[in-house]
């Protein structure tokens, strides 16, 4: 009976815990718990005050310090302590987070962790300073993430597009001519806006075109939505 009690005591916090509107003050004593499990979930609640995220920031387990550097309601001095940390994965985590400052992502594109240093080439807080440099690094996956991140320019996109591994160096050109047909895309959704108002084009002729010419983008840039979003401004403010 005694087991039973413990369990569903457990089960009660961990339904706590999980809440995305439990209060602060129930989240800062489950942060005290002497369960680990209910500590990481509490790291990992978004709606836990600074303080409790920063001295859970000191937990001993591993998993609970990174669920704190995962958590986007941790402050930058409390980041700033996890990117030091002695564990690859809690640094890797510290990367992730888009609360994170500049100075604090270019230490940790030095890290001595590719992993991590994947994890940087990914954020899309990056300077371009900063995917230049991991353009360059020895290691493909890491090269592979500076060209996934949506934020990479066009200039360490060319540099890709010459990659050594044909597999960077296509996925780089692919979307070195995405880049080009968005930016072709939004020029002719203008000249479609400005055919309209001085042609008398009905609105579900223009509709139509931005229709067309979505279908045309999309083929090319392999489902970037950018341009569509682009027809659908003209679209409201033509209502």
Do not use: H
């Not at 700033?80 to 594109?109: G, H, T, W, Y």
């Not at 400005?194 to 002729?205: E, R, W």
């Amino acid at each position: 009976m005694v087991t039973i009690k413990k369990t569903t005591g457990k089960s009660v916090k961990i339904l706590e815990a999980r809440k995305w509107n439990a209060t602060k003050g129930d989240l800062a004593t489950m942060s005290k718990d002497s369960d680990s499990y209910i500590r990481k979930l509490v790291a990992s609640n978004c709606n836990s005050s600074a303080i409790v995220l920063q001295n859970l920031a000191c937990a001993k387990e591993a998993d609970v310090r990174a669920s704190v550097a995962k958590n986007m309601s941790a402050n930058k001095a409390t980041l700033f302590k996890l990117s030091m940390d002695e564990v690859a994965d809690v640094r890797e985590c510290v990367a992730e987070n888009l609360n994170i400052s500049r100075e604090v992502l270019l230490a940790l594109s030095r890290d001595d962790s590719y992993a991590v240093k994947t994890k940087v080439a990914g954020n899309i807080k990056a300077t371009q300073n900063v995917l230049l440099e991991l353009a360059k690094n020895d290691m493909p996956f890491v090269r592979m993430a500076v060209a996934k991140n949506p934020v990479t320019s066009v200039e360490v996109l060319q540099v890709l597009a010459k990659d050594e591994d044909p597999e960077i160096a296509e996925y780089a050109q692919d979307r070195l001519v995405g880049l080009r047909w968005e930016k072709n895309s939004k020029a002719d959704m203008k000249k479609c806006l400005l055919c309209c108002f001085f042609q008398n084009v009905t609105k579900q002729s223009l509709l139509v075109n931005i229709i067309a010419l979505n279908k045309k983008v999309r083929r090319k840039t392999y489902g970037n939505f950018k341009g569509w979003k682009f027809g659908k401004n003209i679209w409201k403010r033509w209502n």
